[in-house]
């Protein structure tokens, strides 16, 4: 049952985070039912979760939790504003994971030995994956409305820089508690710490300094949250 939920929750986290351009999202916003793209990203989540679980009796499970994804996508998009977005986002994330854990529950499969290296993987993978582009869009929906003006126009930072940091950042302390190493966590938040401050006091906005040390609680709070629970899964056995 667990291997089969981590399986579906990371074909959601593929086919919705990795692998969904931000032109398939703004066509969509624009078109709504009328986007081709609403109806590609439907069939892509389809074929990860064909891919994923590999079963042939899953294909019929599959193809309910694909068309109700898509429900669910047109449901967002056709009642969302400009106000809403962030508080939609939240529920359409919720409901795809309520419809998966339904699937699930429906399609138990009692004999699956969770101390298999295999099923091990898979947990592993979904966490490595939910700390990436997911947990970054995630982190980004909830301290948005925190979002503060910027008073220079000139940014000398490099493109995305921000958004690489804090995903090698997430691995780096997920890999730390895998591994046994919580230690090493203390020192790389006192790292980032360090070569923050200069730009914060340089800076001079209180806004913008708790604007980051909510980011980066968040995000570390995240990424310890998912290694101790792939650490818990990839150890319990359920019989």
């Known amino acids: 049952m667990m291997l089969l939920f981590t399986k579906l929750l990371l074909a959601h986290l ?4 990795i692998l969904q351009p931000s032109n398939w ?20 989540h389809l074929a990860l979760m064909l891919l994923f679980v ?18 669910i996508d047109f ?9 809403t977005k962030r508080i939609w986002f939240s529920v359409d994330q919720v409901l795809h994971l309520v419809m998966i854990f339904i699937v699930v529950l429906v399609y138990y499969n009692p004999s699956i030995d969770f101390q298999n290296i295999d099923n ?8 490595v994956v939910l700390l990436t582009k997911p947990t970054s869009i995630i982190i980004k929906n909830i301290i948005s409305i925190w979002t503060p003006e910027s008073k220079n126009k000139e940014d000398n930072s490099l493109q995305n820089a921000g958004n690489y940091i804090g995903i090698l950042e997430r691995l780096f302390v997920f890999c730390f ?24 006091k340089e800076a001079k906005d209180r806004k913008l ?18 290694g101790l629970l792939v650490e818990f899964g990839t150890r319990i056995n359920f019989y």
């Not at 593929?14 to 985070?17: K, T």
């Not at 508690?177 to 914060?200: C, M, P, Q, V």
């Open 14 to 17: 593929i086919g919705d985070f």
């Open 25 to 44: 999202v703004s066509d969509k916003e624009k078109k709504k039912e009328k986007s081709i793209y609403l109806y590609l990203h439907t069939a892509l």
């Open 54 to 71: 590999a079963e042939v009796d899953f294909i019929v499970y599959g193809i309910i939790l694909a068309a109700s994804h898509g429900i």
């Open 75 to 83: 449901m967002k998009l056709k009642y969302q504003k400009k106000k």
């Open 120 to 127: 091990r993987l898979w947990i592993f993978i979904t966490g």
């Open 177 to 200: 508690i895998i591994t046994n190493h919580f230690e090493a966590i203390g020192f790389l938040l006192a790292a980032k710490s360090i070569f923050r401050f200069g730009d914060l």
């Open 209 to 226: 300094t708790e604007y980051v040390l909510i980011g980066t609680l968040l995000s570390f709070g995240i990424a310890i949250l998912v």
